[in-house]
């Protein structure tokens, strides 16, 4: 069983930059895809960024704040959040998608870490 543990949540101002951090317990390199998303209160998930073999995704609402990055080195995916704002307030999950031998697709997804923008 694939473990994700998010890190880096916490509080910041507007403007402000967080930094979130997602530790894998295997090789990366078996992940064809690893992303970010988030859900609000009241609200449903949604994606906001995504790095795998076809490059990189951003939701829209963060393009051009937001940088996904992966280091396979050290197992991580991580997510640069710079310029946030209220709306970025939520609980930011991480996750990873593999494909064994057959074709058959797994995702894998962490315990969530909270990012909450304040002015």
């Known amino acids: 069983q694939v473990q994700l543990v998010e890190s880096g949540g916490g509080l910041a101002q507007v403007g402000g930059s967080l930094r979130l951090s997602c530790a894998a317990s295997k090789n990366i390199d078996s992940f064809y895809k690893m992303g970010w998303s988030r859900q609000a209160p009241g609200k449903q998930r949604e994606l906001v960024a995504t790095?795998?073999?076809?490059?990189?995704v951003y939701a829209d609402s963060v393009k051009g704040r937001f940088t996904i990055t992966r280091d396979n080195a050290k197992n991580t995916v991580s997510l640069q959040m710079n310029s946030l704002k209220p709306e970025d307030t939520a609980v930011y999950y991480c996750?990873?998608?593999?494909?064994?031998?057959?074709?058959?697709?797994?995702?894998?997804w962490g315990q969530g870490t909270q990012v909450t923008v304040s002015s």
């Open positions: 996750d990873a998608n593999e494909e064994n031998d057959f074709g058959e697709r797994y995702a894998y």
């Open positions: 790095i795998g073999d076809s490059g990189t």
